[in-house]
């Protein structure tokens, strides 16, 4: 009896599981670090998210009152499950996806969309005030970020003609002067990540100065821990996605490190520079702006295909 | 009107030490000559009318007469009521107390060592006897 | 009445609320977003201080009422000083009224700069809060090396001040005035000009002057919106009519307006520093002070960094004060705050709450209301707002 480890090891240790929760755990160190950096503080040291998470898991998990327990529970694992599997499709470390097939962009832009709406019906499943209001801030802000999302991931795939994550990857790779005309993709590209993700100065789903902790009031323990975890890996996976997608490609590791580090330079600075906006105030931004320049993107796509291609 | 106008703020801050103090690790400041530590207490020039005593606000001293018409006090202080106004050091007209700058740091594990007895040698042995206390270290 | 009752979703702020720095309850209504009536209660930090007053002697109860607040701690020291001198009859000589002066503008400085980085934080702009806080070091340098204490100076004592500001202090009080200027001229462009900041700051909470008047605002809130009350000017002490103060408006009215407001008024207690230390006036730092305090009653005043703060104190000729009442000018502006609220959107109540700089330990003394003679069981601040005058 044959079992074939490949798969297995491929789920759970690289490009799957353990590997993207250790790069999660490291580019969460690493912005930390950086924002912190600009603000003029040290900043927590290398081991510090490692550190949160194992005393996460340590604490006593509280299951407050008026919820349904069985989604309580469920709803974290569900988040981090499906953020991990959305690993599986993504170029991840430079080197070809671990799965491939037709159509795989919209699954990983859904399994990353499981995320939040996981935290959004975590909130809403409390009787406390606070987490319901930060519920409906996080399906809101999910509405308003997924559209130009999607749509500016969708600019490289037209001119790829495909919908295969790999298939786009190979023909954006050495490509590099393809990030001019797409600079405006790549804009709303990076707004729509930190919206999704809710970072500064997105963070009103999660804003502590008026909703104490948004949907994620009631959680501790082990929820809270995985909930995070998925956040983080969500970051890594968004990060690679649009530099794979507009930074020309992830060739090899040193690629894939430089050019992600990069990014995640350019979005801790975005997190320090600005004010925390307020939920209408960002989805009255972004389906303005980010839906328009989403649309200007496409058409200058669909020029460039037309002439040019 | 501008987006993002503290980006040149915190381009720069890169590249700078941050301001962040890392105590006691690291180097730690230089402390100001006027900090308000503990007090310290001359016997010497004591002259036992307990001014310092009733204006305390928190009630940390206490002036022990071994020997009134000597005029040999001593002084029972209890550092952990004092809040460090320093009312005791102006009101005494014999300079008999100053606040320290040196000992600031006063956190202790228990709390024998905030009850300190300031004297003369000869009249702490002397209150020690009559007290029957433990020998309590005198501060330096 | 019969009909469906519209679900009442009250979201409480407090007692305990990473938006509140101490406790305090807010209940605002909420409809979705918007925010249909609020109300507040205070109390939760009663520490029973005006009674503890009452236990000590004259200089032991200097030193408790300093600590009623730990921003405007030295406020709360003079204003009580003051009223025991006049009082006793005592005044204290000139260089110790400049010094107290300058050590009162000095604790403007840091709490205003304190409050900017408070609010920042309120609207999630932790860069600017901590860039505030960072500069406001410059100053607690300056205290510390002035006073031997960061927070709660202790400077004063009944007939004059403690500390002499000698050629050391004083060249580290120019030099830390000097690098503070530019830093405030910086935030004073980013809290203007940023536009993130703008659009959380820029139409909240407007008041009119007559709003102001009519609900009770004093201190930079009011000035903010063209109330031009300050107690500096309005009756100078200690040494503010010889160095005396512009009074600093400004005619918007709303969140930004206070933040243009409370930074340029920084600019003033520097330049008034200054001025004061040039022309420090020579002398002893403080005279003697009686143990027994003459029977009578007085009312102080001073310009707080929030407000005009007032004590009344009165002594019967013993050496402890028979009552001394507090009234702090963060009560006075929570009216603007209820009323302000209505309207407006739940993201924005954290921000118009901290635009008043809002200091509950200040607060929370014990008021007995009645009504015709009668102790009254419920004070409720919406109906009392109409007949509660002006003191």
């Given at each position: 009896m044959s079992i074939d480890i490949a798969p297995i090891l491929k789920m759970l240790v690289f490009p799957g599981g353990l590997t993207l929760l250790a790069l999660g755990l490291l580019y969460e160190y690493i912005d930390r670090k950086l924002v912190a950096r600009f603000q003029n503080r040290v900043g927590p040291r290398v081991l510090q998210p490692l550190a949160d998470t194992i005393k996460l898991l340590a604490k006593e998990?509280?299951?407050?009152?008026?919820?349904?327990?069985?989604?309580?529970?469920?709803?974290?694992?569900?988040?981090?499950?499906?953020?991990?599997?959305?690993?599986?499709?993504?170029?991840?470390?430079?080197l070809a996806p671990a799965y491939s097939l037709p159509g795989d962009l919209i699954i990983t832009v859904f399994l990353l969309g499981l995320l939040?709406?996981?935290?959004g019906l975590a909130g809403a499943n409390t009787a406390d005030r606070f987490s319901l209001v930060g519920a409906t801030r996080t399906l809101t802000q999910l509405f308003s970020y997924e559209a130009p999302f999607l749509l500016a991931l969708l600019c490289p795939a037209i001119l790829a003609d495909s919908w295969q994550i790999s298939v786009v990857h190979r023909s954006v790779?050495?490509?590099?002067?393809?990030?001019?005309?797409?600079?405006?993709?790549?804009?709303?590209?990076?707004?729509?990540?930190?919206?999704k993700l809710e970072l500064a100065p997105f963070d009103a789903p999660e804003a502590e100065s008026e909703i104490v902790a948004g949907a994620l009031t009631e959680y501790s323990g082990r929820g809270l821990a995985l909930f995070r975890l998925g956040k983080d890996v969500a970051l890594v996976l968004g990060i690679t996605l649009v530099a794979a997608f507009y930074l020309g490609g992830l060739a090899n590791p040193l690629e894939f490190l430089l050019k992600t580090l990069g990014l995640l330079v350019l979005v801790a600075a975005l997190q320090a520079l600005f004010a925390r906006l307020r939920i209408d105030q960002t989805v009255g931004l972004w389906w303005r702006i980010g839906a328009l320049l989403a649309l200007v993107q496409l058409l200058i796509v669909v020029l460039l295909k037309g002439v040019i291609l | 009107m501008k987006i993002g106008s503290m980006l040149g703020e915190i381009f720069r801050s890169v590249f700078r030490k941050p301001a962040t103090v890392q105590y006691p690790y690291g180097d730690r400041q230089a402390?100001?000559?006027?900090?308000?530590?503990?007090?310290?207490?001359?016997?010497?020039?004591?002259?036992?009318?307990?001014?310092?005593?009733m204006d305390c606000p928190a009630n940390a001293i206490e002036i022990i007469a071994i020997d009134k018409p000597n005029k040999r006090f001593i002084m029972r202080f209890h550092a952990d009521r004092c809040?460090?106004?320093?009312?005791?050091?102006?009101?005494?007209?014999?300079?008999?107390?100053?606040m320290s700058n040196e000992q600031w740091e006063r956190a202790a594990l228990t709390r024998e060592p905030f009850t300190v007895i300031y004297g003369r040698d000869e009249d702490l042995k002397k209150f020690l006897e009559r007290t029957s206390l433990e020998g309590v270290k005198e501060k330096p | 009445m019969t009909g469906v009752q519209k679900e009442k979703f009250i979201i409480p702020i407090g007692p305990q609320h990473p938006a509140l720095k101490e406790p305090a309850h807010f209940e605002f209504t909420v409809d979705g977003e918007m925010v249909t009536s609020a109300s507040v209660r205070f109390g939760y930090v009663h520490r029973g201080l005006e009674k503890g007053a009452e236990n000590r002697n004259w200089a032991q109860a200097l030193y408790l009422l300093e600590r009623v607040c730990g921003i405007c701690s030295h406020a709360h020291s003079t204003v009580y000083a003051l009223g025991v001198e006049r009082l006793a009859g005592v005044s204290a000589p000139p260089r110790a009224q400049a010094i107290r002066q300058i050590l009162l503008e000095l604790e403007r400085i840091h709490s205003h700069m304190l409050w900017v980085g408070v609010a920042a934080h309120e609207a999630g702009f932790e860069t600017l809060f901590m860039y505030s806080w960072r500069d406001r070091e410059t100053v607690m340098d300056i205290l510390e090396s002035f006073t031997g204490n960061r927070v709660n100076y202790s400077a004063n004592t009944l007939g004059g001040v403690k500390y002499d500001l000698g050629p050391q202090q004083s060249d580290s009080i120019l030099r830390g005035l000097?690098?503070?200027?530019?830093?405030?001229?910086?935030?004073?462009?980013?809290?203007?000009?940023?536009?993130?900041?703008?659009?959380?700051?820029?139409?909240?909470?407007?008041?009119?002057?007559?709003?102001?008047d009519a609900l009770g605002a004093i201190g930079p809130t009011a000035r903010a919106s063209g109330v031009t009350r300050d107690l500096r000017v309005d009756s100078p002490y200690l040494m503010y009519a010889d160095f005396p103060i512009h009074v600093i408006t400004d005619t918007a009215g709303d969140l930004q307006a206070r933040f243009v407001v409370r930074i340029k008024e920084l600019f003033e207690s520097a330049r008034n520093i200054r001025t004061a230390m040039e022309h420090l006036p020579e002398g002893e730092l403080a005279v003697r002070f009686p143990r027994k305090v003459r029977a009578g009653e007085v009312v102080s005043r001073i310009e707080a960094p929030r407000g005009g703060l007032f004590?009344?104190?009165?002594?019967?000729?013993?050496?402890?004060?028979?009552?001394?009442?507090?009234?702090?000018?963060?009560?006075?502006?929570?009216?603007?705050?209820?009323?302000?609220?209505v309207g407006r959107q739940l993201a924005d109540v954290p921000m118009i709450l901290s635009g008043i700089d809002p200091c509950f330990s200040c607060n929370d003394r014990a008021v007995i209301v009645r009504r015709d003679g009668v102790p009254a069981t419920e004070f409720n601040p919406r109906k009392e707002s109409a007949s509660q005058s002006k003191s």
């Open positions: 998990e509280v299951i407050p009152q008026g919820v349904i327990p069985l989604f309580f529970v469920s709803l974290p694992v569900v988040a981090l499950a499906g953020v991990l599997t959305a690993g599986l499709y993504i170029p991840m470390a430079g939040t709406l996981c935290i790779l050495g490509h590099v002067w393809m990030a001019l005309p797409m600079a405006i993709g790549f804009f709303v590209a990076v707004i729509g990540l930190m919206g | 402390v100001p000559e006027r900090l308000r530590g503990t007090i310290r207490f001359d016997p010497e020039k004591c002259t036992g009318c307990t001014l310092c005593m809040t460090y106004c320093a009312q005791c050091v102006v009101n005494c007209r014999f300079k008999c107390i100053e | 000097d690098s503070l200027e530019k830093r405030l001229h910086y935030y004073l462009k980013v809290v203007t000009n940023d536009e993130s900041f703008l659009r959380r700051t820029r139409g909240l909470g407007t008041m009119t002057v007559e709003q102001a004590y009344f104190i009165k002594s019967d000729g013993g050496e402890n004060p028979v009552r001394v009442k507090v009234r702090t000018p963060s009560l006075r502006n929570f009216m603007s705050v209820l009323v302000g609220s």
